[in-house]
């Protein structure tokens, strides 16, 4: 009972982020030693409306993300790319899924034994969705995406073939 | 009168006038209650201080905006990037 108790106190404080639409993405710092490059994003609140505010408006790659991050409270980013495979443990993800209660729902999922593999999860609410989490673990490279607040989508989706990235579509993907 | 005399009767021990020490104490008082009037140079330093800690703020200002939209974009052409390879896959299956 007594354990029970201490379990409860250290989910806590986690649950009730996840219940806002944000989860506690914690990775240890060993992780990013470990890695070849990785990426550390943490804006909340005023910092994120900050930095939407000095998007230019003359650049339409600039103009859409910021159309996309007014209705946004936060996005928070872990990615971590390894040279070699089995770099970390994938039990991170089981880990940070916990957090996600019954109000999440998991919208895609794609698996694969020998590729990347990706799920997202929405927190709904109402007609819009509070908060977005994407998980998207590949052989060397490990990605966590949190985004607290109303978004759409489509339209971040679409900011794929932007930022000089080619859109999917005109890549070769090769399935096992 | 010797010279002897004279030396006795000028150092002679006097007591001072009433009163005496407390005016002494009133004006140590006084003189340490007193601002200090600053200098030309004085002003200037303190000008030249106040407009480095001006710049050294503003600059970290601006400093913090920029990593801030850099970090944003990343963010967003990361996220984006996940949910249309994402896309793209539950397309093609």
Known sequence: MRKMMIVLLLLAPGAGWAQSGRIQIDIPDSLAARASESVDVNLDGALLRLAAKFLSDNDADERQVRDIVRQLEGIYVRSYEFEDDGQYDRSIVARLRLQLGSDWKRIVTVQSKTRDNVEIYVRPRGETIAGLVIFSAEPRELTIVNIVGSIDLDKLASLEGQFGIPRMGKVEVKHE | ?93
């Not at chain 2, 021990?13 to 407390?22: I, K, L, N």
């Not at chain 2, 200002?61 to 850099?70: C, E, Y």
């Open chain 2, 1 to 93: 009168m010797n010279i002897e005399s004279e030396l006795k009767e000028v150092l002679r021990r006097t007591d001072p006038p009433s009163g005496f020490g407390d005016r002494v104490m009133r004006r140590v008082r006084a003189d340490f209650s007193r601002p200090a009037k600053a200098g030309p140079r004085t002003r200037y330093r303190a000008l030249a201080a106040a407009a480095l800690i001006a710049i050294a703020l503003g600059g970290w200002g601006v400093h913090a905006t920029l990593r801030a939209r850099s970090d944003l974009m990343v963010a967003m052409r990361i996220a984006s990037q996940k949910v249309a390879q994402a896309q793209h896959q539950v397309n093609r299956r």
